[in-house]
């Protein structure tokens, strides 16, 4: 928060998806770095049991942790992780929004990224970086088998497409609920079929979702530079990706966000290339 409150050269309103308690220490923290900056800025908070009751009321979301999530990895089944999904119910009265992990720190102005809505075409319903690691190489494995000349999995600067990072996200929340495509994922017959067309089975929650979707209609996204998330995990180059980890991994260019992901340490304030 300190960073985003550093930068901002506009009013915030942040809402915190989290726990009654957890919200009474991150508004005194909050309060304490809003008196140093002297900033506008409204703290919101949401329940993260309002969360899970509103997640769980769908009858999708079971579906949507069987494709999407790993029993090995018991993190990611969390409804939190598919609640981009159900905005509407969870923040009624917004048009539009920036979702963003705790692990993101901000080196430039909220307001520049909040721009990127103007640039949405009508068909846009969400904004995203690419991923920056093979993970959706490794996943799509067996479909680039019989499909050689696939883009899907291959890395941007070689003209593929990677997958999605839903770290940072521009939500148009009126779109999401409206959109017919989206909400045909949402049911087994197309989640199924769709799935096993790519053999593709995830582990990343709604961001799995999202990029799957994206293999069919990639019109419904819009593709931020990945400068707004600068991932910096690298588990993957360890994973038999060595000689290709870097052809992902590449983000040049002044780094708006950071994002710490798979617990990575964040820079010193050194430019990451």
């Known amino acids: 928060m300190d ?4 930068y901002s050269s506009i009013p915030v309103r942040l809402h915190i998806v989290t726990d009654e308690e957890s919200f009474k220490v991150a508004s005194r923290i909050i ?3 809003v008196k140093v900056h002297q900033k506008s800025f ?6 993260t049991e309002k969360v899970r009751l509103l997640s769980a009321e769908e009858s999708t979301l079971s579906l949507l942790q ?3 999530t790993s029993r090995s990895q018991v993190y990611y089944r969390d409804p939190l992780f598919f609640f981009s999904l159900f905005l509407y119910d969870i923040l009624p009265g917004l048009k539009r929004v920036i979702l963003m992990d705790i692990d993101v720190r901000f080196e430039a102005d909220i307001a520049e990224l909040e721009t990127y809505f103007s640039r949405f075409e009508s068909s846009h319903v969400m904004a995203m970086t690419h ?3 093979p993970a959706y190489l490794h996943a799509l494995e067996r479909y680039r088998k019989d499909n050689p000349h696939t883009r899907l999995g291959s890395a941007s600067s070689e003209g593929g497409f990677p997958g999605y990072n839903s770290g940072i996200m521009l939500v148009d929340i009126e779109r999401l609920k409206q959109s017919a495509v989206i909400k045909s994922y949402l049911e087994r017959s197309v989640l199924y079929g769709r799935s096993d067309h790519y053999k593709f089975r995830g582990d990343l929650g709604d961001q799995d979702l999202y990029t799957l979707i994206a293999f069919d209609h990639p019109e419904l996204f819009y593709t931020l530079p990945c400068q707004w998330n600068r991932q910096l995990c690298q588990w993957w180059r360890d994973k038999g990706y060595a000689h290709i980890f870097d052809r992902y991994f590449a983000c040049s260019g002044r780094i708006k966000v950071y994002h710490g992901n798979c617990g990575s340490v964040m820079p010193s304030k050194v430019k990451v290339n």
Do not use: H, M, N
């Open 66 to 68: 069987e494709f999407f």
């Open 31 to 33: 309060d304490a770095l």
């Open 3 to 6: 960073s985003i409150l550093a």
């Open 131 to 133: 991923e920056l690691s």
């Open 42 to 47: 409204e703290v919101v908070f949401v329940s």
